[in-house]
Structure formats: structure tokens, C-alpha cells
């Protein structure tokens, strides 16, 4: 096992894994920009090293200066997080040149399973289904072609990165050619790659993942499902677990292609197999996360198991002691993001100090956060600020719980997207659990035109 871990990262994730490792015994290791001096990860960590300023290019993507970091205080290991370097194949791969045990997959996996055209062959070959498609596209010409052969709507999407970058919906062949090169030019300044595929668009559709741990001595587990349909421009809202629309019979189904999934990615650590379902239950392959996933919580609230630990575990070439029978899912959990941003004037990012802070409790209440009284919120990163997660013995219940749980959170100063999720709680499709993709977006409109009806 690990004596010191290094955490490459900020915010409520870094905070996540310091708490993980000082539940193992193992020291830490906090890097931080000048902007982040006073932050809590910095204040919880057992050693802290400034690696740049505030940018984010010059600080937390700084390889490096996070490198250096690792060799000067002895990490044996660097966990990455979310976001940032978790994906980034070539900073495991220094990592793995150096020494140094990167808490996630193989560097070569990480490459293979980021190239999202590449994913999509790998799976296609080992038989998992996948949406239909267009492989890397060069040139308009056979874009254009590949369009009309899949046929509109369609999606446009980056080959590599996530986080809704690089993804341009089309209806049809006027918008075509503008949203390709939007598309490409906005993937090539996020992840320095402008290369982009085809997808067909699925309608009416949930967003629906599979959270497996593969511990590289043949031990693959599934740890059930989360349905994150509840997204507003590709980025998840509200998770929870289990999906209200999965039957169980597709459960098991799916169950077994992301174990097949994560065998034909020689896949390694914890990581995520995402699927599109229809109203058919049908499911398709969209990508695989190779990182630990912002939504982790739900899953261990319904599993009891701590995600967290056993990457450290698996990183330190330690096996599963739990087989796919042993797994067993109680109850409902959510998660909603509590976001730094103004809903009332287009989500605005917002900054400030913390004036008042309070935190709900409560039995079977979670809030993954940095946030302490007097904080100073930054405007230079992710407007994510914290993670309510909640669990209940049933989904009706997990809602109420979880509209308590916001109720009585307090957080002044900034503004935040709190009572938003409140409406989203009450809202009666959302309710029903037969929501889809577009649920946001609905709902916006919905919300619009309430706001516009003369009173």
C-alpha cells in the first residue's frame, strides 16, 4: 500500500480523496494555485506545494510542476480526480516513465478509450452495441456524405475530452457545415484535438451509466446503474440510483455488456460504460470514463462501498474481495450539483466570499464540499461548489429527503442553482422517473414561459 498520495486536483474532489486516504493511514500531498492558498484541501492535507498561478493551464494542468511535486515530497502515487489531468493519457504515462502509480487506468487504455472513434470500433468489434455512427471525419466533403447516410437529427461530437464540449446538434443539412466547424474549432481549443465524428441522435433517449471496478487480475464488478438524464448542455444535474425506467431484466442485460465492455478495453481501476436507452429498453454504447465520476456518491449510498479506497487499493495491485454476486443495491439515492451560478440571468458563474454557511444533516444525508464560513469563491474554475447526495428506502422518499436537505441548506454570498433543484424536485415528469435527455431543456421553456404570462 501507498505511504503518500499526491492529489492532482482542487475543490470538493480533492477534499473527497484526502478523506479517503486519512481513513487508510496514508499521508497526503496538496498541490494548489495562488488562488486556491487558502482553500480546504490545501489546510486538510498533511503537506501542501504551490504549483502555479491562479490559470488553470499554468497551475492544475501544469505537469510538470505537479510531477516535480510528487518527486520532492516522496508520493508514490497521484490521484487525479475528475476533470483537469484525469483523463489526460499522456500525464499517466509520465507518471507511470517516473515511478510514479497513477490511480487509474493504464496510460494506454486511457488513450484508446479517450478516443471516443476509437472507443466506438472497440466495442462495436466486441460485440456491445453501439449507436449508429461515422468514424473519424477529415475533410466536409465525406463528412457531408457520412451525414447523409446516418441521416439528420445527428450529433456532432469531439473525438476526444467530455464534459459537453465539442457537441453540436444538427436537424438538417443547412445547419451542417457551420455546426461541423464550430464543433471542431470549440473540441480543438478544449483538448488541443479538433478531430470530430458523426452520431445519430436518439429521441426520446436516457442517459444511463454503468460504475465498474476492474482490478487487473480478471475481477470485474458492476456496482448497478445511474440515470443522469437530468442535464443542461451535456452536463449532468441530478443523478440518481437506481434508474426508475430500467427493468430489471434490462438491468441484468446491461449488467453483462459493460462487464463485456470492460474486457475489451483491458480496462483497469474504476471507470464508467455509458448507454443510451430507449423507451424499448433498448441501450447503445455512447463512451467510456476513464476517471472517477463527479456522481461516484450515488452509487456508494446504494452500495456501501467506497469507491475512493478501492482505486487507491486496486492502484497498489490489490484484488477485489467481492465478486459480482456479492454486489447488492439498497434503497433510492440522489445527487443534485450545487452549482456557483445564477439561474435568473442565463447561470452566470458566480464569485464572493461566503458570508453564512450551513450544511443539512440528518441521517443518510451527504454534502461533498470545500466550502467553510468566510471562504473566498474563486472565478477561475468549475462553478461545481458542492454534492448533496441523500438516500432513502424508496425513490419517493429519496425526493422528499433530498427537498428537506435543500431546504435547509444556506449558502450566502454567491449565488447558487439550490432552488432551481428545488422546482426540478417538484416537477411532475421528473416525478414520474419517465424523463429523458431533453428534460432540461423543456423545462427551461416551460419555466420561460411561465415567467412571460402577464399577470
Not at 445527428?154 to 466547424?181: Q, T
Not at 464508467?272 to 476513464?290: G, H, R
Not at 466550502?371 to 473566498?376: A, T
Request: net charge neutral; aromatic share 6%; hydrophobic share 40%.
Amino acid at each position: 500500500m501507498f505511504s503518500k498520495i499526491l492529489i492532482a486536483n482542487r475543490g470538493e474532489v480533492a477534499v473527497r480523496i484526502i478523506r479517503a486516504c486519512k481513513e487508510m493511514g496514508i499521508a497526503t500531498v496538496a498541490v494548489f494555485s495562488e488562488a486556491d492558498r487558502d482553500a480546504l484541501h490545501v489546510s486538510l492535507a498533511d503537506e501542501s506545494i504551490c504549483i502555479g498561478p491562479a490559470s488553470v493551464k499554468d497551475s492544475y494542468l501544469n505537469v510538470a510542476a505537479i510531477i516535480s511535486a510528487a518527486v520532492v515530497t516522496g508520493a508514490g502515487a497521484i490521484h487525479p480526480g475528475y476533470g483537469l489531468l484525469s483523463e489526460n493519457a499522456k500525464f499517466a504515462s509520465l507518471c507511470e516513465q517516473c515511478n510514479i502509480a497513477f490511480i487509474g487506468p493504464p496510460s494506454d487504455v486511457i488513450a484508446k478509450m479517450g478516443d471516443k472513434d476509437m472507443a466506438r470500433r472497440t466495442m462495436a468489434d466486441a460485440g456491445v452495441p453501439v449507436i449508429p455512427g461515422s468514424r473519424k471525419l477529415d475533410n466536409m466533403d465525406e463528412a457531408k456524405a457520412e451525414a447523409a447516410r446516418i441521416g439528420y437529427p445527428l450529433l456532432i461530437k469531439a473525438r476526444s475530452g467530455g464534459g459537453g464540449c465539442g457537441i453540436r446538434m444538427v436537424d438538417s443539412p443547412d445547419e451542417f457545415e457551420g455546426a461541423f466547424r464550430t464543433a471542431s474549432a470549440e473540441a480543438r481549443l478544449a483538448f488541443g484535438d479538433g478531430a470530430v465524428y458523426l452520431e445519430k441522435y436518439m429521441y426520446p433517449a436516457k442517459h444511463v451509466e454503468m460504475q465498474i471496478l476492474c482490478d487487473g487480475r480478471g475481477g470485474t464488478v458492476v456496482l448497478g446503474e445511474r440515470e443522469c438524464s437530468v442535464q443542461r448542455k451535456h452536463q449532468k444535474l441530478i443523478e440518481e440510483s437506481p434508474s426508475p425506467c430500467v427493468k430489471p431484466e434490462t438491468r441484468r442485460k446491461m449488467t453483462e455488456v459493460a462487464v463485456k465492455a470492460a474486457k475489451a478495453a483491458h480496462y483497469v481501476n474504476a471507470g464508467t460504460i455509458e448507454f443510451l436507452l430507449d423507451d424499448n429498453q433498448k441501450f447503445y454504447f455512447m463512451e467510456m470514463n476513464t476517471r472517477l465520476q463527479v456522481e461516484h456518491a450515488v452509487t456508494e449510498m446504494v452500495t456501501g462501498i467506497d469507491i475512493v479506497k478501492w482505486q487507491i487499493r486496486i492502484a497498489a495491485g490489490l484484488k477485489l474481495n467481492f465478486s459480482q454476486k456479492d454486489i447488492k443495491t439498497s434503497g433510492s439515492a440522489i445527487e443534485c450539483r450545487i452549482n456557483a451560478e445564477d439561474p435568473q440571468h442565463n447561470f452566470r458563474p458566480s464569485s464572493g466570499r461566503i458570508s453564512l454557511l450551513h450544511i443539512p444533516g440528518g441521517p443518510w444525508v451527504r454534502f461533498d464540499t470545500a466550502l467553510y464560513q468566510d471562504y473566498l469563491v474563486p472565478p477561475f474554475y468549475d462553478s461545481l461548489i458542492g454534492k448533496l447526495v441523500v438516500h432513502a428506502q424508496t425513490r419517493e422518499e429519496a425526493i422528499r429527503k433530498m427537498e428537506a436537505a435543500l431546504g435547509e441548506l444556506v449558502i450566502e454570498g454567491i449565488h447558487t442553482n439550490t432552488d432551481m433543484h428545488m422546482d426540478i424536485l417538484n416537477n411532475k415528469v421528473f416525478r414520474s422517473g419517465n424523463y429523458h435527455t431533453d428534460f432540461m431543456e423543456k423545462f427551461e421553456k416551460a419555466v420561460k414561459n411561465a415567467d412571460q404570462k402577464p399577470v
